[in-house]
């Protein structure tokens, strides 16, 4: 089955105690990117990734890393997360060149930081 | 600031009624996409509309897309209890620069079906 997977699917951790997401998908997509959803905000771009290393910022970045060392693999790292951060967040991945074809979601991550 | 502003942010109808919901975005676009999110979960791609089309269906979801307004529409026909989510329409921009193959959402109609 075409998915995109994140684990965990909960998190509640503790100002500054750095944290991984992961991400994986089975489809060979080359794009893969990383939002946070708030009340009010919509869904925002954190980082996105072309291919394999190959990353650039999107449009809410600060205090986040990412890494695109395997096609199907893009963690999202909070080095030092903060109260802020507290935040639903997704990642998705689509195939294809330019952005023509839909984007398949990952269950989603909810992440609690006090 | 938002690229794609959904209007209204809430829609409260009866199963078998129509219900459309309006998006509103500020710069040239590639495509247009719905998508629908059922209660804290993953968005799941309904339909993609590309700049050169000006209507699409899929089942009982209808899409315009009026680029000379920069407006868009989704229209879900005889709705159903199981339609109520919210729907987020998403702006695709041109291939370069730092908006390559970037979705950029709006805010979202939270769409309530009652039985």
């Known amino acids: 089955e075409a998915q995109v997977t994140q684990n965990p699917r909960y998190l509640i951790t503790v100002t500054g105690k750095k944290l991984t997401v992961t991400c994986s998908q089975n489809m060979n997509h080359e794009y893969m990117s990383w939002y946070r959803q708030d009340p009010g905000l919509g869904l925002r771009q954190i980082y996105y990734s072309m291919n394999v290393e190959v990353t650039d910022k999107g449009d809410v970045p600060e205090g986040y890393k990412v890494s695109r060392k395997e096609k199907r693999n893009f963690p999202l790292i909070l080095e030092s997360p903060s109260p802020n951060q507290t935040s639903l967040y997704f990642c998705?991945?689509?195939?294809?060149?330019?952005?023509?074809?839909?984007?398949?979601f990952g269950p989603g991550t909810r992440l609690t930081v006090t | 600031s938002q690229q794609g502003e959904e209007d209204p942010q809430a829609l409260s109808i009866q199963e078998g009624e129509n219900a459309t919901m309006n998006c509103s975005y500020k710069?040239?676009?590639?495509?247009l996409q719905w998508y629908r999110q059922n209660s804290g979960r993953g968005l799941v791609h309904l339909i993609l509309?590309?700049?050169?089309?000006r209507e699409k269906h899929s089942g009982r979801l209808r899409v315009t897309l009026d680029t000379s307004k920069k407006s868009s529409s989704l229209l879900i026909t005889a709705s159903r209890a199981a339609d109520t989510a919210s729907y987020f329409c998403a702006t695709a921009h041109n291939a370069g620069g730092t908006s390559y193959g970037k979705l950029t959402f709006g805010q979202g109609t939270i769409l309530t079906v009652h039985p």
């Open positions: 998705a991945s689509r195939g294809g060149g330019l952005a023509e074809y839909e984007q398949y």
């Open positions: 710069t040239s676009i590639n495509n």
């Open positions: 509309i590309r700049s050169n089309e």
